[in-house]
Protein backbone atom coordinates (compact mmCIF):
# COMPACT_ATOMS: atom_id res chain seq x y z
CA UNK A 1 0.00 0.00 0.00
CA UNK A 2 1.23 3.83 -0.64
CA UNK A 3 1.07 6.35 1.36
CA UNK A 4 1.31 10.00 0.48
CA UNK A 5 2.43 12.23 3.33
CA UNK A 6 -0.33 14.97 3.50
CA UNK A 7 2.19 17.03 5.29
CA UNK A 8 5.71 15.84 5.78
CA UNK A 9 7.82 17.62 8.66
CA UNK A 10 10.73 15.04 7.32
CA UNK A 11 10.86 16.14 3.98
CA UNK A 12 11.09 19.53 5.97
CA UNK A 13 13.79 18.56 7.54
CA UNK A 14 15.54 17.16 4.77
CA UNK A 15 15.24 20.19 2.64
CA UNK A 16 16.36 22.50 5.49
CA UNK A 17 20.12 21.04 5.45
CA UNK A 18 20.26 20.50 1.43
CA UNK A 19 19.73 24.34 1.18
CA UNK A 20 22.45 24.83 4.50
CA UNK A 21 25.10 22.32 2.32
CA UNK A 22 23.65 24.59 -1.03
CA UNK A 23 24.44 27.70 1.23
CA UNK A 24 27.55 26.92 2.27
CA UNK A 25 29.07 25.70 -1.30
CA UNK A 26 27.78 29.55 -2.40
CA UNK A 27 30.41 31.38 0.00
CA UNK A 28 32.79 29.22 -1.07
CA UNK A 29 32.57 29.78 -4.36
CA UNK A 30 32.35 33.78 -3.77
CA UNK A 31 35.12 33.47 -1.74
CA UNK A 32 37.30 31.82 -4.40
CA UNK A 33 35.87 34.19 -6.64
CA UNK A 34 36.80 37.02 -4.61
CA UNK A 35 39.84 35.85 -4.50
CA UNK A 36 40.78 35.55 -7.87
CA UNK A 37 39.60 39.08 -8.17
CA UNK A 38 41.92 39.73 -5.80
CA UNK A 39 45.14 38.54 -7.08
CA UNK A 40 43.98 40.08 -10.46
CA UNK A 41 44.04 43.63 -9.10
CA UNK A 42 47.50 42.87 -6.73
CA UNK A 43 49.92 42.24 -10.19
CA UNK A 44 48.22 42.60 -13.70
CA UNK A 45 51.43 41.50 -15.66
CA UNK A 46 53.25 39.43 -12.71
CA UNK A 47 54.96 36.73 -15.09
CA UNK A 48 56.88 38.94 -17.45
CA UNK A 49 58.52 41.30 -15.00
CA UNK A 50 61.14 40.21 -12.80
CA UNK A 51 61.36 42.25 -8.97
CA UNK A 52 64.73 43.19 -8.03
CA UNK A 53 65.99 44.69 -4.83
CA UNK A 54 66.91 48.58 -4.86
CA UNK A 55 71.21 47.71 -4.98
CA UNK A 56 70.18 45.80 -7.80
CA UNK A 57 68.47 48.73 -9.61
CA UNK A 58 71.72 50.85 -7.88
CA UNK A 59 73.96 48.87 -9.36
CA UNK A 60 72.21 48.62 -12.61
CA UNK A 61 72.15 52.36 -13.12
CA UNK A 62 75.43 52.54 -12.34
CA UNK A 63 76.61 50.16 -14.89
CA UNK A 64 74.58 52.40 -17.06
CA UNK A 65 72.26 49.92 -18.03
CA UNK A 66 68.58 51.73 -16.67
CA UNK A 67 66.44 53.69 -19.56
CA UNK A 68 63.77 54.41 -17.75
CA UNK A 69 62.17 54.30 -14.37
CA UNK A 70 58.57 55.31 -13.90
CA UNK A 71 57.33 55.66 -10.41
CA UNK A 72 53.83 54.96 -9.85
CA UNK A 73 53.17 55.15 -5.77
CA UNK A 74 55.73 52.80 -4.23
CA UNK A 75 56.20 51.04 -7.18
CA UNK A 76 59.08 51.50 -9.62
CA UNK A 77 58.84 50.04 -13.35
CA UNK A 78 61.96 49.69 -14.43
CA UNK A 79 62.98 49.54 -18.16
CA UNK A 80 66.70 48.22 -19.36
CA UNK A 81 68.49 49.70 -22.53
CA UNK A 82 68.22 46.00 -23.65
CA UNK A 83 64.50 46.12 -23.14
CA UNK A 84 63.82 43.83 -20.19
CA UNK A 85 61.11 44.97 -18.20
CA UNK A 86 62.20 44.99 -14.37
CA UNK A 87 59.95 45.97 -11.08
CA UNK A 88 61.21 46.75 -8.01
CA UNK A 89 59.71 49.04 -4.34
CA UNK A 90 61.33 52.27 -3.39
CA UNK A 91 61.14 53.13 -0.13
CA UNK A 92 58.24 55.22 1.49
CA UNK A 93 59.19 58.48 2.18
CA UNK A 94 62.28 59.31 0.35
CA UNK A 95 62.64 60.16 -2.98
CA UNK A 96 64.00 57.57 -5.46
CA UNK A 97 67.05 60.07 -6.47
CA UNK A 98 67.66 60.17 -2.66
CA UNK A 99 68.08 56.79 -2.08
CA UNK A 100 69.83 55.76 -5.21
CA UNK A 101 72.60 58.47 -3.61
CA UNK A 102 72.59 57.06 -0.44
CA UNK A 103 73.17 53.62 -1.97
CA UNK A 104 76.33 55.12 -3.98
CA UNK A 105 75.14 55.90 -7.47
CA UNK A 106 77.09 59.62 -8.42
CA UNK A 107 74.70 62.46 -9.14
CA UNK A 108 75.55 62.44 -13.00
CA UNK A 109 74.33 58.29 -13.70
CA UNK A 110 70.94 59.12 -11.54
CA UNK A 111 70.77 62.38 -14.37
CA UNK A 112 71.08 60.27 -16.96
CA UNK A 113 67.92 57.87 -16.28
CA UNK A 114 64.88 58.98 -17.11
CA UNK A 115 62.82 59.18 -13.99
CA UNK A 116 59.00 59.73 -14.21
CA UNK A 117 55.98 59.87 -12.03
CA UNK A 118 53.08 58.47 -12.66
CA UNK A 119 49.21 59.11 -10.97
CA UNK A 120 48.23 56.16 -9.32
CA UNK A 121 44.90 54.90 -11.04
CA UNK A 122 42.15 56.44 -8.79
CA UNK A 123 40.42 52.82 -8.79
CA UNK A 124 43.42 50.62 -7.05
CA UNK A 125 43.86 53.60 -4.82
CA UNK A 126 39.97 53.34 -3.67
CA UNK A 127 40.02 49.27 -3.90
CA UNK A 128 43.36 49.93 -1.39
CA UNK A 129 41.90 51.60 1.18
CA UNK A 130 38.10 50.03 0.88
CA UNK A 131 39.04 46.52 0.53
CA UNK A 132 40.28 45.98 4.45
CA UNK A 133 36.63 46.72 5.70
CA UNK A 134 34.84 45.47 2.73
CA UNK A 135 35.50 41.89 3.57
CA UNK A 136 34.64 41.68 6.97
CA UNK A 137 31.71 43.37 6.20
CA UNK A 138 30.69 41.10 3.83
CA UNK A 139 31.36 37.98 5.33
CA UNK A 140 29.07 38.89 8.20
CA UNK A 141 26.79 40.16 5.76
CA UNK A 142 26.30 36.45 4.74
CA UNK A 143 26.29 35.14 7.64
CA UNK A 144 23.60 37.22 8.58
CA UNK A 145 21.60 36.38 5.51
CA UNK A 146 22.17 32.90 6.36
CA UNK A 147 20.98 32.92 9.74
CA UNK A 148 17.70 35.09 8.63
CA UNK A 149 17.25 32.31 6.13
CA UNK A 150 17.51 29.74 8.90
CA UNK A 151 14.92 31.49 11.19
CA UNK A 152 12.69 31.71 8.41
CA UNK A 153 12.93 28.26 7.57
CA UNK A 154 11.96 27.50 11.38
CA UNK A 155 9.29 29.73 11.79
CA UNK A 156 7.63 27.76 8.68
CA UNK A 157 8.04 24.62 9.68
CA UNK A 158 6.42 26.03 13.42
CA UNK A 159 3.33 27.18 11.50
CA UNK A 160 2.97 23.80 9.92
CA UNK A 161 3.02 22.41 13.50
CA UNK A 162 -0.46 22.28 13.89
CA UNK A 163 -1.09 20.57 10.64
CA UNK A 164 -2.40 16.96 11.08
CA UNK A 165 0.24 14.72 10.20
CA UNK A 166 -2.17 11.88 8.73
CA UNK A 167 -0.94 9.73 5.57
CA UNK A 168 -3.53 9.69 3.16
CA UNK A 169 -4.36 6.95 0.79
CA UNK A 170 -6.27 7.86 -2.46
CA UNK A 171 -8.99 5.54 -3.78
CA UNK A 172 -6.98 3.96 -6.71
CA UNK A 173 -4.27 3.47 -5.55
CA UNK A 174 -4.39 -0.08 -6.10
CA UNK A 175 -0.21 -0.89 -5.81
CA UNK A 176 -0.06 -2.96 -2.80
CA UNK A 177 -3.34 -2.72 -1.51
CA UNK A 178 -4.70 -4.72 1.52
CA UNK A 179 -8.15 -6.39 1.05
CA UNK A 180 -10.47 -8.45 3.50
CA UNK A 181 -8.31 -11.31 1.24
CA UNK A 182 -5.02 -10.65 3.38
CA UNK A 183 -7.09 -10.82 7.03
CA UNK A 184 -7.77 -14.58 7.67
CA UNK A 185 -10.35 -14.55 10.26
CA UNK A 186 -12.08 -12.13 11.94
CA UNK A 187 -15.59 -13.38 10.24
CA UNK A 188 -17.71 -11.10 12.06
CA UNK A 189 -15.48 -8.25 12.27
CA UNK A 190 -14.84 -8.30 8.71
CA UNK A 191 -18.97 -8.77 8.06
CA UNK A 192 -19.45 -5.46 10.27
CA UNK A 193 -16.70 -3.44 8.41
CA UNK A 194 -18.34 -4.47 5.52
CA UNK A 195 -21.48 -2.66 6.58
CA UNK A 196 -19.46 0.19 7.42
CA UNK A 197 -18.20 0.28 3.47
CA UNK A 198 -21.93 -0.28 2.24
CA UNK A 199 -22.78 2.89 4.30
CA UNK A 200 -19.77 4.96 2.77
CA UNK A 201 -20.73 3.55 -0.63
CA UNK A 202 -24.76 4.13 -0.84
CA UNK A 203 -24.97 6.11 2.09
CA UNK A 204 -28.91 7.29 0.23
CA UNK A 205 -29.93 3.62 0.81
CA UNK A 206 -29.37 3.80 4.43
CA UNK A 207 -30.55 7.41 4.69
CA UNK A 208 -34.00 6.65 3.03
CA UNK A 209 -34.67 3.80 5.79
CA UNK A 210 -34.14 6.85 7.93
CA UNK A 211 -30.82 4.86 9.37
CA UNK A 212 -28.17 7.24 11.04
CA UNK A 213 -24.59 6.82 8.93
CA UNK A 214 -22.83 4.97 12.30
CA UNK A 215 -19.84 7.81 13.36
CA UNK A 216 -17.26 6.02 14.66
CA UNK A 217 -16.15 2.25 14.64
CA UNK A 218 -13.87 1.04 17.65
CA UNK A 219 -11.50 -2.02 16.80
CA UNK A 220 -10.59 -3.90 19.83
CA UNK A 221 -8.30 -6.60 21.03
CA UNK A 222 -5.17 -7.73 22.07
CA UNK A 223 -1.72 -6.50 20.68
CA UNK A 224 -1.33 -8.46 17.43
CA UNK A 225 -4.81 -9.69 16.62
CA UNK A 226 -4.34 -7.77 13.30
CA UNK A 227 -6.37 -4.20 14.26
CA UNK A 228 -4.22 -2.36 12.12
CA UNK A 229 -3.85 -4.60 9.18
CA UNK A 230 -8.08 -4.78 9.45
CA UNK A 231 -8.48 -0.79 8.71
CA UNK A 232 -5.55 -1.31 6.39
CA UNK A 233 -7.70 -3.44 4.33
CA UNK A 234 -11.26 -1.25 4.70
CA UNK A 235 -9.31 1.14 3.12
CA UNK A 236 -8.45 -0.97 0.46
CA UNK A 237 -12.06 -2.41 -0.30
CA UNK A 238 -13.88 1.30 0.76
CA UNK A 239 -12.21 2.99 -2.20
CA UNK A 240 -12.48 6.48 -0.51
CA UNK A 241 -10.14 8.58 0.84
CA UNK A 242 -8.67 6.70 3.83
CA UNK A 243 -6.45 8.89 6.50
CA UNK A 244 -4.25 7.57 9.19
CA UNK A 245 -2.85 8.93 11.86
CA UNK A 246 -1.63 7.13 14.94
CA UNK A 247 -2.72 8.70 18.10
CA UNK A 248 0.47 9.35 19.58
CA UNK A 249 1.17 11.34 16.56
CA UNK A 250 -1.01 13.93 18.32
CA UNK A 251 1.33 14.40 21.51
CA UNK A 252 4.45 16.90 20.40
CA UNK A 253 6.25 18.52 22.93
CA UNK A 254 3.78 21.43 22.53
CA UNK A 255 0.54 22.15 24.43
CA UNK A 256 -2.41 22.83 21.48
CA UNK A 257 -0.32 21.07 18.88
CA UNK A 258 -2.56 17.90 19.33
CA UNK A 259 -6.01 19.90 19.62
CA UNK A 260 -5.03 21.61 16.17
CA UNK A 261 -3.53 18.45 14.39
CA UNK A 262 -7.07 16.97 15.28
CA UNK A 263 -8.86 20.16 14.27
CA UNK A 264 -6.74 19.95 10.62
CA UNK A 265 -7.26 16.48 10.27
CA UNK A 266 -10.93 16.36 10.36
CA UNK A 267 -11.47 19.57 8.10
CA UNK A 268 -9.64 17.69 5.60
CA UNK A 269 -11.48 14.36 6.18
CA UNK A 270 -14.39 16.51 6.02
CA UNK A 271 -13.44 18.16 2.23
CA UNK A 272 -12.84 14.62 1.36
CA UNK A 273 -15.46 13.34 2.25
CA UNK A 274 -16.99 10.63 1.78
CA UNK A 275 -13.49 9.57 3.59
CA UNK A 276 -12.46 6.94 6.88
CA UNK A 277 -10.42 8.59 8.86
CA UNK A 278 -8.40 6.07 11.23
CA UNK A 279 -7.05 6.83 14.73
CA UNK A 280 -4.32 3.86 15.45
CA UNK A 281 -3.79 3.08 19.12
CA UNK A 282 -6.39 5.48 20.30
CA UNK A 283 -5.72 5.01 23.88
CA UNK A 284 -2.32 7.38 23.71
CA UNK A 285 -4.85 9.73 23.61
CA UNK A 286 -8.50 8.77 24.57
CA UNK A 287 -7.24 8.25 27.91
CA UNK A 288 -9.76 8.68 30.72
CA UNK A 289 -9.85 12.30 31.69
CA UNK A 290 -8.97 13.96 34.88
CA UNK A 291 -7.84 10.86 37.06
CA UNK A 292 -4.72 12.96 37.75
CA UNK A 293 -2.60 9.91 38.14
CA UNK A 294 -0.08 8.18 36.02
CA UNK A 295 1.07 11.79 35.30
CA UNK A 296 -1.77 14.54 34.73
CA UNK A 297 -1.53 15.37 31.27
CA UNK A 298 -3.22 18.30 29.87
CA UNK A 299 -2.09 18.14 26.48
CA UNK A 300 -3.79 14.90 25.61
CA UNK A 301 -6.59 15.76 27.77
CA UNK A 302 -7.46 18.92 24.99
CA UNK A 303 -6.88 16.92 22.17
CA UNK A 304 -9.19 14.27 23.50
CA UNK A 305 -11.63 16.71 23.92
CA UNK A 306 -10.76 18.11 20.38
CA UNK A 307 -11.52 14.70 19.14
CA UNK A 308 -15.00 14.70 20.60
CA UNK A 309 -16.10 18.30 19.70
CA UNK A 310 -15.23 17.33 16.15
CA UNK A 311 -17.22 14.42 16.05
CA UNK A 312 -20.29 15.94 17.65
CA UNK A 313 -19.80 18.31 14.74
CA UNK A 314 -20.54 16.17 11.84
CA UNK A 315 -23.87 17.02 10.76
CA UNK A 316 -25.80 13.80 9.97
CA UNK A 317 -25.16 14.28 6.20
CA UNK A 318 -21.62 14.18 6.23
CA UNK A 319 -20.28 10.87 5.29
CA UNK A 320 -16.76 10.77 7.05
CA UNK A 321 -16.21 7.32 9.57
CA UNK A 322 -14.04 7.31 12.07
CA UNK A 323 -12.29 4.11 12.46
CA UNK A 324 -10.27 3.67 15.88
CA UNK A 325 -8.39 1.29 17.27
CA UNK A 326 -7.02 0.19 20.59
CA UNK A 327 -5.88 -2.88 22.82
CA UNK A 328 -6.85 -0.97 25.77
CA UNK A 329 -10.61 -0.57 26.05
CA UNK A 330 -10.36 0.06 29.58
CA UNK A 331 -8.86 3.17 29.57
CA UNK A 332 -11.04 4.98 27.65
CA UNK A 333 -12.23 7.74 28.48
CA UNK A 334 -16.23 6.76 28.58
CA UNK A 335 -17.69 9.94 26.53
CA UNK A 336 -15.54 8.04 23.94
CA UNK A 337 -17.78 5.27 23.86
CA UNK A 338 -21.32 6.46 24.04
CA UNK A 339 -23.39 6.67 20.91
CA UNK A 340 -22.57 9.11 18.52
CA UNK A 341 -19.10 8.98 18.83
CA UNK A 342 -17.43 5.38 18.86
CA UNK A 343 -20.73 3.36 18.92
CA UNK A 344 -19.98 0.61 17.54
CA UNK A 345 -17.31 -1.62 19.02
CA UNK A 346 -15.92 -4.38 17.04
CA UNK A 347 -14.03 -6.89 19.44
CA UNK A 348 -11.45 -9.15 17.45
CA UNK A 349 -10.10 -11.85 19.99
CA UNK A 350 -6.69 -14.11 19.17
CA UNK A 351 -7.20 -16.51 16.53
CA UNK A 352 -8.69 -20.23 17.41
CA UNK A 353 -7.44 -23.36 15.39
CA UNK A 354 -9.12 -22.72 12.36
CA UNK A 355 -8.00 -19.28 11.78
CA UNK A 356 -4.63 -19.57 12.77
CA UNK A 357 -4.40 -22.32 10.02
CA UNK A 358 -6.29 -19.78 7.56
CA UNK A 359 -3.29 -16.91 9.10
CA UNK A 360 -0.77 -19.26 8.64
CA UNK A 361 -1.46 -19.89 4.75
CA UNK A 362 -1.85 -16.65 4.42
CA UNK A 363 1.80 -15.90 5.79
CA UNK A 364 3.41 -18.36 3.65
CA UNK A 365 2.34 -17.88 0.66
CA UNK A 366 5.16 -16.25 -0.73
CA UNK A 367 7.32 -18.52 0.84
CA UNK A 368 8.83 -21.80 -0.54
CA UNK A 369 7.63 -24.11 1.70
CA UNK A 370 8.44 -27.87 1.66
CA UNK A 371 5.89 -30.84 0.34
CA UNK A 372 5.85 -32.41 4.25
CA UNK A 373 4.56 -29.01 6.22
CA UNK A 374 1.52 -29.81 7.95
CA UNK A 375 -0.22 -26.11 8.82
CA UNK A 376 -3.05 -27.52 10.17
CA UNK A 377 -0.60 -29.78 12.93
CA UNK A 378 0.93 -25.52 13.12
CA UNK A 379 -1.94 -24.24 14.11
CA UNK A 380 -2.41 -27.28 16.68
CA UNK A 381 0.52 -26.59 18.39
CA UNK A 382 0.18 -22.72 18.48
CA UNK A 383 -2.91 -22.35 20.70
CA UNK A 384 -2.49 -18.25 22.19
CA UNK A 385 -0.47 -17.18 19.16
CA UNK A 386 -1.72 -14.08 17.86
CA UNK A 387 -1.49 -13.14 14.35
CA UNK A 388 1.04 -10.91 14.76
CA UNK A 389 3.09 -14.32 16.48
CA UNK A 390 2.00 -16.97 13.72
CA UNK A 391 3.69 -14.34 11.44
CA UNK A 392 6.38 -13.31 12.80
CA UNK A 393 6.68 -17.33 13.48
CA UNK A 394 6.88 -18.23 9.76
CA UNK A 395 9.35 -15.40 9.19
CA UNK A 396 11.95 -17.11 11.92
CA UNK A 397 11.19 -20.48 9.99
CA UNK A 398 12.24 -18.86 6.96
CA UNK A 399 15.03 -17.02 8.30
CA UNK A 400 16.16 -20.75 10.15
CA UNK A 401 15.38 -22.34 6.78
CA UNK A 402 17.86 -19.92 4.98
CA UNK A 403 20.37 -19.98 7.63
CA UNK A 404 21.03 -23.94 7.23
CA UNK A 405 21.19 -23.26 3.35
CA UNK A 406 17.74 -25.23 2.48
CA UNK A 407 15.95 -24.69 -0.61
CA UNK A 408 12.27 -24.20 1.45
CA UNK A 409 10.79 -24.05 4.66
CA UNK A 410 9.84 -27.68 6.21
CA UNK A 411 7.67 -28.59 8.85
CA UNK A 412 10.47 -29.33 11.35
CA UNK A 413 12.23 -25.78 10.74
CA UNK A 414 8.58 -23.93 11.51
CA UNK A 415 8.11 -26.70 14.91
CA UNK A 416 11.39 -25.64 16.05
CA UNK A 417 10.70 -21.94 16.11
CA UNK A 418 7.19 -22.37 17.76
CA UNK A 419 9.05 -22.58 20.41
CA UNK A 420 11.70 -19.82 19.68
CA UNK A 421 8.64 -17.33 19.16
CA UNK A 422 7.13 -18.79 23.08
CA UNK A 423 10.11 -19.07 25.02
CA UNK A 424 13.50 -17.33 23.07
CA UNK A 425 16.45 -18.58 21.76
CA UNK A 426 17.85 -22.21 22.99
CA UNK A 427 20.98 -21.43 24.42
CA UNK A 428 22.98 -24.49 23.48
CA UNK A 429 26.61 -22.74 24.61
CA UNK A 430 24.36 -22.64 27.93
CA UNK A 431 26.58 -25.76 29.61
CA UNK A 432 25.20 -27.62 32.18
CA UNK A 433 27.42 -29.31 34.79
CA UNK A 434 26.77 -33.53 35.67
CA UNK A 435 24.79 -32.17 38.80
CA UNK A 436 23.02 -29.20 37.56
CA UNK A 437 22.02 -31.19 34.31
CA UNK A 438 20.90 -34.28 36.86
CA UNK A 439 18.63 -31.73 38.80
CA UNK A 440 16.95 -29.84 35.70
CA UNK A 441 16.50 -33.29 34.57
CA UNK A 442 14.28 -34.27 37.55
CA UNK A 443 12.72 -30.58 38.25
CA UNK A 444 11.79 -30.62 34.59
CA UNK A 445 10.17 -34.41 34.72
CA UNK A 446 8.49 -33.57 37.82
CA UNK A 447 6.69 -30.62 35.75
CA UNK A 448 6.13 -33.66 33.06
CA UNK A 449 5.01 -36.27 35.32
CA UNK A 450 2.81 -34.18 37.35
CA UNK A 451 0.98 -32.58 34.20
CA UNK A 452 0.82 -36.29 33.07
CA UNK A 453 -0.99 -37.92 35.73
CA UNK A 454 -3.53 -35.10 37.08
CA UNK A 455 -6.81 -35.62 34.27
CA UNK A 456 -7.02 -31.99 34.45
CA UNK A 457 -3.72 -31.06 32.89
CA UNK A 458 -3.03 -30.31 29.23
CA UNK A 459 -1.59 -33.01 27.51
CA UNK A 460 2.49 -32.89 27.61
CA UNK A 461 3.82 -31.90 24.37
CA UNK A 462 7.45 -31.61 24.80
CA UNK A 463 10.01 -31.84 27.91
CA UNK A 464 13.79 -30.51 27.38
CA UNK A 465 16.22 -29.64 29.38
CA UNK A 466 18.14 -27.14 27.12
CA UNK A 467 17.60 -23.70 27.87
CA UNK A 468 15.55 -20.96 26.00
CA UNK A 469 15.98 -17.65 27.30
CA UNK A 470 15.29 -17.07 30.62
CA UNK A 471 14.17 -20.73 31.56
CA UNK A 472 17.03 -23.15 32.16
CA UNK A 473 14.45 -26.00 30.83
CA UNK A 474 10.80 -26.04 29.77
CA UNK A 475 7.98 -28.57 29.58
CA UNK A 476 5.68 -27.72 26.77
CA UNK A 477 1.69 -28.52 27.57
CA UNK A 478 -0.80 -27.68 25.56
CA UNK A 479 -4.74 -28.16 25.27
CA UNK A 480 -5.76 -30.46 22.21
CA UNK A 481 -8.48 -27.64 21.23
CA UNK A 482 -8.80 -24.04 22.23
CA UNK A 483 -9.96 -23.20 25.43
CA UNK A 484 -12.33 -20.69 26.33
CA UNK A 485 -13.37 -21.45 29.63
CA UNK A 486 -11.23 -22.69 32.44
CA UNK A 487 -12.74 -24.66 35.35
CA UNK A 488 -11.09 -24.72 39.48
CA UNK A 489 -10.59 -28.62 38.65
CA UNK A 490 -8.18 -27.29 35.65
CA UNK A 491 -6.64 -24.68 37.59
CA UNK A 492 -6.02 -27.18 40.78
CA UNK A 493 -4.37 -29.30 38.61
CA UNK A 494 -2.18 -26.80 37.12
CA UNK A 495 -1.05 -25.50 40.17
CA UNK A 496 -0.21 -28.73 41.34
CA UNK A 497 1.58 -29.23 37.96
CA UNK A 498 3.42 -25.75 38.24
CA UNK A 499 5.02 -26.66 41.77
CA UNK A 500 5.66 -30.47 40.19
CA UNK A 501 9.76 -29.12 40.00
CA UNK A 502 9.74 -27.47 43.17
CA UNK A 503 8.34 -31.17 44.30
CA UNK A 504 11.01 -33.03 42.89
CA UNK A 505 13.94 -31.09 44.02
CA UNK A 506 12.62 -31.39 47.33
CA UNK A 507 12.15 -34.75 46.84
CA UNK A 508 15.08 -35.92 44.98
CA UNK A 509 18.66 -33.96 46.43
CA UNK A 510 16.64 -32.59 49.62
CA UNK A 511 17.58 -29.33 48.30
CA UNK A 512 16.29 -26.51 46.88
CA UNK A 513 17.48 -24.80 43.95
CA UNK A 514 16.50 -21.24 42.93
CA UNK A 515 15.52 -23.06 39.14
CA UNK A 516 12.02 -22.82 40.60
CA UNK A 517 11.43 -19.45 41.69
CA UNK A 518 9.84 -18.75 38.27
CA UNK A 519 7.45 -21.67 39.09
CA UNK A 520 6.73 -20.83 42.57
CA UNK A 521 5.68 -16.84 40.72
CA UNK A 522 3.24 -18.48 38.39
CA UNK A 523 1.66 -20.64 40.98
CA UNK A 524 1.39 -17.36 43.63
CA UNK A 525 -0.39 -15.45 40.80
CA UNK A 526 -2.56 -18.22 39.48
CA UNK A 527 -3.97 -18.89 42.95
CA UNK A 528 -4.08 -14.83 43.74
CA UNK A 529 -6.57 -14.56 40.70
CA UNK A 530 -8.54 -17.98 41.76
CA UNK A 531 -8.77 -16.24 44.78
CA UNK A 532 -9.47 -12.49 43.86
CA UNK A 533 -10.50 -12.42 40.58
CA UNK A 534 -12.64 -15.44 39.86
CA UNK A 535 -14.15 -16.25 42.76
CA UNK A 536 -12.94 -19.93 43.51
CA UNK A 537 -12.26 -20.09 46.93
CA UNK A 538 -14.45 -22.36 49.00
CA UNK A 539 -14.36 -19.67 52.42
CA UNK A 540 -14.19 -16.41 50.52
CA UNK A 541 -16.88 -17.52 47.80
CA UNK A 542 -18.10 -15.60 44.89
CA UNK A 543 -16.48 -11.89 45.42
CA UNK A 544 -13.93 -10.22 43.11
CA UNK A 545 -11.43 -8.31 44.90
CA UNK A 546 -10.79 -5.69 42.77
CA UNK A 547 -7.12 -5.54 42.18
CA UNK A 548 -6.12 -4.80 38.59
CA UNK A 549 -2.12 -4.86 38.72
CA UNK A 550 -2.15 -2.02 36.22
CA UNK A 551 -3.67 -0.14 38.89
CA UNK A 552 -1.28 2.81 39.67
CA UNK A 553 -0.25 3.61 36.38
CA UNK A 554 -4.00 4.09 35.10
CA UNK A 555 -5.24 6.21 38.28
CA UNK A 556 -8.74 4.81 38.40
CA UNK A 557 -8.79 1.57 39.45
CA UNK A 558 -6.20 2.65 42.62
CA UNK A 559 -9.23 3.12 44.42
CA UNK A 560 -10.75 -0.37 43.80
CA UNK A 561 -8.49 -2.16 45.85
CA UNK A 562 -11.03 -1.20 48.84
CA UNK A 563 -11.34 -4.00 51.58
CA UNK A 564 -10.64 -4.14 55.01
CA UNK A 565 -7.35 -5.55 56.39
CA UNK A 566 -9.00 -8.64 57.49
CA UNK A 567 -10.29 -9.36 54.40
CA UNK A 568 -6.89 -9.30 53.02
CA UNK A 569 -5.42 -11.69 55.59
CA UNK A 570 -8.63 -14.01 54.95
CA UNK A 571 -6.95 -14.12 50.75
CA UNK A 572 -3.77 -14.93 52.35
CA UNK A 573 -5.01 -17.44 54.07
CA UNK A 574 -6.96 -18.82 51.01
CA UNK A 575 -4.09 -18.28 48.73
CA UNK A 576 -1.57 -19.94 50.67
CA UNK A 577 -4.23 -23.02 51.01
CA UNK A 578 -4.20 -23.57 47.04
CA UNK A 579 -0.53 -23.42 46.92
CA UNK A 580 0.30 -25.93 50.10
CA UNK A 581 -3.05 -28.46 48.80
CA UNK A 582 -0.97 -28.34 45.17
CA UNK A 583 2.27 -29.01 47.01
CA UNK A 584 0.84 -31.86 48.47
CA UNK A 585 -0.72 -33.22 45.30
CA UNK A 586 2.22 -33.07 42.87
CA UNK A 587 4.57 -34.89 46.53
CA UNK A 588 2.09 -37.01 46.68
CA UNK A 589 1.60 -38.19 42.33
CA UNK A 590 5.83 -38.01 42.53
CA UNK A 591 6.08 -40.42 45.87
CA UNK A 592 3.40 -42.76 43.91
CA UNK A 593 4.94 -42.58 40.51
CA UNK A 594 9.01 -42.67 41.77
CA UNK A 595 9.79 -45.37 38.64
CA UNK A 596 8.33 -43.11 36.26
CA UNK A 597 10.61 -39.96 37.26
CA UNK A 598 13.74 -41.28 37.55
CA UNK A 599 12.42 -42.89 33.96
CA UNK A 600 11.82 -39.55 32.86
CA UNK A 601 15.08 -37.60 34.50
CA UNK A 602 17.10 -40.91 33.34
CA UNK A 603 16.11 -40.02 29.20
CA UNK A 604 16.47 -36.25 29.50
CA UNK A 605 19.99 -36.41 30.86
CA UNK A 606 21.00 -38.68 27.78
CA UNK A 607 18.39 -36.79 25.55
CA UNK A 608 18.04 -33.79 26.50
CA UNK A 609 14.77 -33.17 24.79
CA UNK A 610 11.86 -35.73 24.37
CA UNK A 611 9.05 -35.05 22.45
CA UNK A 612 5.39 -35.86 22.76
CA UNK A 613 5.37 -39.62 21.13
CA UNK A 614 8.41 -40.61 23.23
CA UNK A 615 7.30 -39.60 26.40
CA UNK A 616 4.14 -41.34 26.08
CA UNK A 617 6.01 -44.35 25.32
CA UNK A 618 8.18 -43.68 28.45
CA UNK A 619 4.94 -43.78 30.81
CA UNK A 620 3.66 -46.89 28.66
P1 LIG B 1 -2.58 -4.90 15.94
O1 LIG B 1 -3.89 -5.55 16.29
O2 LIG B 1 -1.68 -4.86 17.11
O3 LIG B 1 -2.74 -3.62 15.24
P2 LIG B 1 -1.52 -5.69 13.42
O4 LIG B 1 -2.74 -5.45 12.61
O5 LIG B 1 -0.47 -4.67 13.34
O6 LIG B 1 -1.90 -5.93 14.94
O7 LIG B 1 -0.95 -7.11 13.04
C1 LIG B 1 0.40 -7.38 12.97
C2 LIG B 1 0.71 -8.38 11.89
O8 LIG B 1 0.20 -9.66 12.22
C3 LIG B 1 0.06 -8.03 10.59
O9 LIG B 1 0.88 -7.20 9.84
C4 LIG B 1 -0.12 -9.37 9.91
O10 LIG B 1 1.05 -9.76 9.24
C5 LIG B 1 -0.31 -10.30 11.07
N1 LIG B 1 -1.74 -10.59 11.29
C6 LIG B 1 -2.44 -10.30 12.39
N2 LIG B 1 -3.70 -10.72 12.29
C7 LIG B 1 -3.82 -11.29 11.07
C8 LIG B 1 -4.91 -11.92 10.36
N3 LIG B 1 -6.12 -12.04 10.90
N4 LIG B 1 -4.65 -12.38 9.13
C9 LIG B 1 -3.43 -12.26 8.59
N5 LIG B 1 -2.39 -11.69 9.19
C10 LIG B 1 -2.56 -11.22 10.42
MG1 LIG C 1 -1.82 -1.88 15.60
ZN1 LIG D 1 9.95 -25.42 36.52
Not at 14 to 24: A, G, Q, T
Not at 464 to 491: C, M, N, Q, V, W
Not at 495 to 504: E, I, R
Request: hydrophobic residues 40%; contains cysteine.
Amino acid sequence: MKFKKANNNKNNNDSHSRSLVKNIALILLLFFVMASVFSLFEDPNAKKVEDITLTELAVRISEEKVKEIVIEGDNLDIELKDGVKERSLKEKDTSLPETLRNLGVSEEKINKVNISVKRESEFSKLMGSLLPFLIPLLFLGLILWMMLGQAQKANVSAMSFGRSTARLLKPGEKKRRTTFKDVAGVKEAKEELEEIIDFLKNPKKFTDMGARVPRGVLLLGPPGCGKTLLAKAVAGEADVPFFNVSGSEFVEMFVGVGASRVRDLFKNAKKNAPSILFIDEIDAVGRHRGTGMGGGHDEREQTLNQILVEMDGFDTTTNVIVMAATNRPDVLDPALLRPGRFDRRIVLDNPDIGDREAILNIHIKSKPMAKNADIRRVAERTPGFSGADLANLVNEAAIKATRDGKKVVSQEDILASIEKVMLGPERKSHILSEKEKKIAAYHEAGHALVGHILPHCDPVQKVSIISRGKAAGYTLSLPIEDKHLHSRSEFVDDLAMFLGGYAAEKMVFNDLTTGASNDLERAAKLAHQLVTKFGMSEKLGPITFGNRTETIFLGKEFHEQRYSEKVAAEIDVEIEKFITDACQTAEKVLTENRGKLDKIAEALIKKETIEREEFEKLMG
